[in-house]
């Protein structure tokens, strides 16, 4: 099968699993095929990442190879025969995740993420609620849909975790309680996980590569030392890549990830990110209420009477002032 001069050719969606220089790993079905690149695609093909708007190819700028086909993107492939094949097309990403280069340009590493993991340990290290707020509400930004895992429920028993995560059950978030070392919850976690993409954040030590190991044992990820000695920098070298679960679905592999930024967005977005809080919609008495030293205020009265809780309403004041300033500095930025 020589050129594709229009002939038909055998074509098959994949997912890309890994990036090198010039080449590409590709799964289609069980296969793992080594793809290039179809050379038009190279400078020609920049997708639009707009999620609401219809999915379009813009040919006005050019690209780099490397920014042409990103990990988790689906792609069609041809076979060329012995495990090898060509990208003909990258299919429309339904999300991606970027990084800023060292000339403040943004870099896709990562697309079609459509499930962040958020992984606490119930205790040791004891779970710093603020933070996983904090998760959740750059998860409902980024057009994640999120998961809290409580894990090392072995430690505490399921009412400590049920007490640790209290907040976040009455609020009404889905949290699986699971042991990476008994396997409480994790068959529960395949069931969520199969088929999709998806990405493992949360502190050091909540024990994200123990579940990986426990999700599927071939994935063999290296976790900390019995003791807490971590290893630093030991992801420094790795690029993004996507991890097959044996059970199906699939596990992005990527550093820049661990450090996910709050995004940009206006007081009612991060409102939205709060389940108990959105619930109460236009029963403050301004509609642009803030939530914050307004007469009326709803939130407020169900905070001082105890029925909502104190630290999310805080919380919620606090990253809805930092995704507002970052609103005002981008906007000033564009000026
Ligand atoms: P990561 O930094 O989030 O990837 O955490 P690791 O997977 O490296 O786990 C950190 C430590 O917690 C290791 O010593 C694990 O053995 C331990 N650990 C992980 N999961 C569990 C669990 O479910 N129960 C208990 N008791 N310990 C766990
Ligand atoms: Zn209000």
Request: proline share 4%.
């Amino acid at each position: 099968m020589l050129g594709g001069t229009g002939d038909w050719m055998e074509q098959s969606e994949g997912i890309v699993l890994r990036c090198a220089t010039g080449a590409y790993d590709v799964q289609v079905g069980d296969e793992v095929l080594t793809c290039r690149l179809r050379g038009n695609l190279k400078k020609e093909l920049v997708y639009s990442t707009s999620g609401s708007r219809p999915q379009r190819v813009n040919r006005t700028r050019r690209l780099t190879a490397r920014k042409a086909v990103v990990v988790g993107d689906r792609v069609r492939v041809s076979f060329t025969g012995n495990r090898e094949g060509v990208i003909e097309e990258v299919l429309p990403r339904s999300s991606s995740f970027s990084r800023l280069g060292f000339r403040g340009q943004a870099h896709t590493i990562v697309s079609n993420i459509d499930l962040l993991v958020i992984v606490f340990a119930c205790a040791e290290p004891r779970p710093d609620l603020w933070k996983l707020d904090r998760f959740l509400v750059t998860a409902h930004l980024s057009g994640l849909e999120a998961l809290v895992v409580a894990n090392k429920v072995d430690l505490v028993g399921e009412d400590g975790a049920r007490a640790a995560f209290g907040e976040h059950l009455d609020a009404g978030y889905s949290v699986v309680l699971a042991s990476a070392r008994t396997l409480d919850g994790v068959e529960q976690l395949r069931v969520r996980l199969a088929g999709r993409v998806s990405a493992f954040v949360g502190p050091s030590g909540a024990g994200k590569s123990s579940l990986l190991n426990a999700l599927d044992p071939n994935l063999r990820r290296a976790t900390q030392a019995i003791g807490g000695v971590t290893f630093k920098g030991r992801h420094t070298t790795v690029a993004a890549e996507l991890l097959p679960f044996a059970f199906g679905g699939w596990v992005a592999d990527t550093p820049g990830l661990r450090q996910l930024d709050l995004p940009p967005a206006d007081r009612s977005e991060v409102r939205d990110a709060f389940p108990e809080l959105r619930a109460l919609d236009r029963t403050c008495r301004f509609d642009d209420c803030r939530h914050d030293s307004e007469p009326g205020c709803a939130v407020k009265e169900l905070v001082e009477c105890g029925r909502l809780s104190e630290r999310r309403y805080r919380s919620f004041l606090t990253l809805a002032e930092e995704a507002h300033a970052r609103l005002s500095a981008a906007s000033q930025a564009q000026k």
